[in-house]
């Protein structure tokens, strides 16, 4: 049975924060006015903290998140997660192997995993993940690390095999939010789109009004 953790992650507008986007109103501020305009999950993403400041920004997160009944959930790091009381973790293909990421998590814990390719999502692991991140779709954006783009068809064949919701990630913005779903995301995972909008409560209100409406009619179809 699929712990209640799991059942209730509502990916539609997926959060992700970044350390110099967040900066003017704080990490915390920002997450609480995305959440008011619409965000349904936030992940923690921050590649340049150490563990102990990392651990402080995820122990932060979830005092003020998850009391609203949003998830947080941890960038590569189920160790803080774990220790921060967050409701999960999200790996790539190169952190920590999904199996370990579940053992120390628990099996009430949303596990996410990233996909790059179809070759990826052949071989997921779906019985151990809850959703899969698949991009980068359009572009890198934020991300200086990121794979080579595989645009809406690349979207399209990935979330085909998937057998789990997906989540397009990679330059998405309320502007190609809609096609995002129309080519087979669940929901859409965002930076930049919010975080780095003069409004993220109004810039996470668009992009939640964008993926509803084309969830219904991708569902009226």
């Known amino acids: 049975m699929i712990a209640a953790r799991r059942r209730a992650a509502d990916l539609r507008v997926y959060f992700v924060t970044d350390r110099a986007l967040c900066a003017e109103l704080g990490l915390v501020e920002t997450a609480l006015r995305a959440i008011a305009g619409g965000a349904t999950l936030v992940q923690l993403r921050d590649r340049e903290a150490g563990g102990r400041e990392l651990l402080e920004m995820a122990r932060a997160l979830v005092a003020a998140v998850q009391p609203l009944g949003v998830p947080v959930i941890v960038n590569d790091r189920p160790d803080i997660a774990r220790a921060a009381g967050a409701w999960g973790v999200h790996v790539g293909q190169d952190d920590i192997p999904t199996a370990a990421a579940r053992e120390i998590m628990g099996a009430d814990a949303i596990v996410g995993l990233s996909i790059t390719s179809e070759a990826e999502m052949r071989a997921a692991p779906f019985d151990l993940v809850d959703h899969l991140g698949v991009g980068p779709v359009f572009g890198a954006g934020v991300k200086t690390d990121a794979s080579p783009t595989i645009g809406l068809d690349g979207l399209r064949a990935c979330a085909a095999l998937s057998r789990k919701p997906v989540v397009a990630i990679g330059g ?36 939640r009004k964008t993926v509803d409406e084309a969830l219904a009619m991708r569902s009226a179809a």
């Open 172 to 207: 998405v913005n309320a502007s190609n939010a809609a096609a995002c779903v129309a080519h087979g995301a669940d929901g859409v995972a965002v930076v930049s789109a919010i975080a780095g909008q003069p409004d993220p409560k109004a810039a996470a209100a668009a992009l």
